[in-house]
């Protein structure tokens, strides 16, 4: 799997998850899976993350490849039409390009930030990324899993170890 975390939360980055099932019997086709089909990922009983199915291919008689993935990748195959936008509150503009596409918790505060401007026609994952970044918002992920519309922290930095440093 691929997780990327940009610290200052100024990317909205899509995760995978790709793994390969084998099924000694034929009686079941995991092909019939569809896209969208969602996915939870745990890692030592802890909620690692969720996922949603791209596609997944037969490649042998016993053999399934899988891949999945995150909630953000779901908002880039599919476009919002933007608009000229004035006084719109933050909240019901991020629910407008979301679209129903994917479950989203969101901070109360963005249905006090008025956004005036301009967004242009392209995916819902890039419009969120333009309004997230001129009310000072950010993607984080709830106890389930789902992603979670909030601010940055103002607290005061601290220093990560080297030992939770990794590569990889």
């Keep these: 799997f691929f997780v990327e975390n940009s610290l200052a939360h100024d990317e909205l980055s899509i995760d995978t998850?790709?793994?390969t099932?084998?099924?000694?019997?034929?009686?079941v086709d995991l092909t019939k899976f569809t896209y969208g089909t969602p996915c939870t990922y745990y890692q030592d009983d802890t909620l690692f993350g969720k996922f949603y199915l791209v596609k997944v291919k037969r490649t042998s008689r016993y053999e399934f490849n899988f891949e999945f993935q995150s909630?953000?990748?779901l908002l880039e195959d599919t476009q919002h039409y933007g608009g000229y936008y004035k006084a719109k509150i933050a909240s019901e503009l991020i629910e407008e390009i979301i679209g129903g596409k994917i479950p989203y918790t969101i901070k109360p505060v963005f249905s006090k930030i008025k956004l005036y401007g301009w967004l242009p026609i392209s995916t819902r994952r890039d419009n969120l990324k333009?309004?997230?970044?001129?009310?000072?918002?950010?993607?984080?992920?709830?106890?389930?899993?789902n992603v979670y519309i909030t601010t940055l922290d103002v607290n005061t930095p601290i220093n990560i170890p080297d030992s939770r440093i990794m590569e990889g």
């Design 130 to 145: 333009q309004v997230l970044f001129a009310c000072g918002g950010c993607i984080k992920k709830n106890s389930e899993g």
């Design 17 to 19: 998850l790709r793994f």
């Design 71 to 73: 909630a953000i990748g």
């Design 21 to 27: 099932v084998r099924y000694p019997s034929l009686a």
